[in-house]
């Protein structure tokens, strides 16, 4: 099935080469800082993943997890009482509008990030030729 051309340059505009591709066309100051800014939709991922799967994270979170089983069985009243008033006390104290802020904040920068860019990358003839966009 063929893609038509929105649908390509959209792949191209969003595509991360490997190291060897980018070594042999660098990237230009567009492209620079709107992998910069677009860290969060690039990148960050790959840093959560790596977190995630290391052994010492997931034995933290086990032994935090079996903690927790262990004082809900033999101490419940006590335990749950605890959680809720820890909840109920982190819950007040926040403030929401700084939470909501800080998200649309983030969202703009890294949409900023991407269109920055897919700007350096349509603007890098080096690179459309390579990819067979424009010859």
């Known amino acids: 099935m063929a893609l038509t051309r929105f649908q390509n340059n959209l ?9 060897e591709i980018r070594n042999i066309i660098p990237l230009n100051r567009a492209e620079q800082i709107g992998s910069w800014l ?14 995630i799967f290391d052994p010492r994270f997931v034995t933290i979170c086990f032994t935090s997890f079996a903690m927790l089983i262990t004082a809900l069985l033999f101490y419940p009243t006590n335990t749950w009482d605890i959680i809720t008033t820890s909840y109920e006390w982190i819950v007040e104290h926040i403030n929401w509008s700084y939470v909501r802020f800080a998200l649309w904040i983030i969202s703009e920068v890294t ?7 897919a700007f350096g990358r349509f603007s890098n003839r080096k690179l459309m030729e390579f990819h067979g966009i424009v010859s």
Not at 11 to 19: M, N, P, Y
Not at 111 to 117: A, H, P, S, Y
């Open 11 to 19: 792949r191209f505009a969003l595509r991360k080469e490997t190291s």
């Open 111 to 117: 949409i900023l990030g991407l269109g920055m860019r």
């Open 38 to 51: 677009s860290w969060l939709a690039y990148e960050f991922r790959f840093v959560f993943a790596k977190t």
